[in-house]
Every structure is written in structure tokens, then in C-alpha cells.
């Protein structure tokens, strides 16, 4: 007997496996973004953390999508909810990527 095809397993697997092989990426981002502003002893880096938390909710959004479509009255609290916990985790992530890249850049200013 064939095993059903489970689609919300694997679009969470397609999002987690970017999240996964994006991470690198978003911190090479990162620093190339800080870099510029960071010689001239100014950031803006809430831009910077708000895109991770965009990133995070947009994930949310693709995990949450069947349910979207085929329920959509009863979707709000769940993209509230999930999506709301998701962007405070892109929040989290963009935070560490920053202050990631703001060592990496103390680190190399101090060694040049």
C-alpha cells in the first residue's frame, strides 16, 4: 500500500530546508549591508532585523497557505498566531545575524 502524500509535511520541509541553506546567506548579507554604514560609524540596522522578521512571517504564510485557501474565514487567528510567532523568530534571527555581523566587522577592523 502506497503512503499518502502529505503535503503540509512537505512544504514545512521545503521551508525549513531554505531557512537551512539561506542562514549563510543572510549573514554574508548582513555584513555586506552593515559594512558601508559601519565605517562610517552609523547603521541602520532596523532595517536590517525588520527584514528577518518580513522573512520569518512570509514563512508562516507559505506553511499556512492550503489552510488559507481552503478555509479562509476560519484563517485569521492562525495567521495571527503563527505568523506573529514566526515573525518574532525572524525577529530573534535577525538580531543574532546583526550582532553577528557587527563582531565580525569589530573583529576585522581590529586585526587591519
Known amino acids: 500500500m502506497a503512503r499518502p502524500y502529505d503535503r503540509a509535511a512537505t512544504v514545512a520541509a521545503l521551508v525549513n530546508a531554505l531557512v ?7 549573514l554574508m548579507g548582513t555584513v555586506a549591508l552593515v559594512a558601508p554604514s559601519f565605517s562610517n560609524s552609523g547603521t541602520h540596522v532596523v532595517g536590517l532585523i525588520l527584514e528577518g522578521a518580513a522573512c520569518g512571517f512570509a514563512g508562516a504564510l507559505l506553511v499556512l497557505l492550503p489552510g488559507i485557501l481552503t478555509k479562509p474565514t476560519q484563517a485569521p ?3 495571527i498566531a503563527y505568523g506573529g510567532l514566526a515573525a518574532v523568530l525572524g525577529l530573534a534571527v535577525g538580531v543574532i ?3 553577528t555581523g557587527t563582531v ?3 573583529l576585522y577592523r581590529r586585526q587591519h
Open 20 to 26: 537551512v541553506l539561506l542562514l549563510p546567506l543572510g
Open 97 to 99: 545575524l546583526w550582532v
Open 77 to 79: 487567528p492562525y495567521v
Open 104 to 106: 565580525a566587522l569589530r
